[in-house]
């Protein structure tokens, strides 16, 4: 027990010097991810529209973007309006991956505000400061140097 209690405790150490060093290369993700076509549906079923015939006129979208070569957000809206005249210029605010992400906002969703909320009332809930993990990494450097835990 206490082998286990040692080892998840360096596992948070760990955590917490990786969460407080790491970057991410933001331009070269947003490059990755391509429009959500589960967005567009999202947006059209918003609208009114039900899921299954959004999901459809979507699918239809895809095929054109694939037989072009091109992304859903290329489309123009003339084009979109020949398979739905639920569209309007708005859609063009859900595409990219900010948008779509942002649009997730269910308690417990991904969207950014729900994760900031979260990791608010967490930061507040178990009292995490800078302090904390600055000591925690201390007890991490300490901990390597010295090899306390071998």
């Known amino acids: 027990m206490f082998d286990s209690t040692r080892t998840i405790t360096g596992m948070i150490d760990v955590s917490a010097e990786f969460a407080q060093k790491v970057t991410f290369n933001r331009e070269r993700i947003k490059r990755s991810l391509p429009a959500d076509a589960t967005t567009l549906a999202d947006y059209l079923v918003k609208k009114g529209m039900p ?19 091109c992304e859903l957000q290329n489309l123009s809206l003339e084009e979109m309006k020949k398979l739905s005249r639920v569209f309007e210029k708005d859609v063009f605010g859900f595409f990219g991956v900010e948008n779509s992400v942002d649009k ?21 809930k178990l009292k ?12 991490l450097i300490t901990a390597a ?5 071998r």
């Open 104 to 124: 997730f906002s269910s308690y417990g969703s991904t969207g950014s505000n729900c994760v900031a909320e979260q990791l608010g009332y967490w930061v507040h």
């Open 51 to 69: 899921f299954r015939s959004s999901h459809d006129v979507v699918g239809k979208l895809v095929g054109v973007c694939v037989s072009r070569g």
């Open 145 to 149: 140097v010295f090899e306390e835990d």
């Open 128 to 139: 995490i400061t800078a302090t904390w993990f600055k000591n925690r990494t201390i007890r």
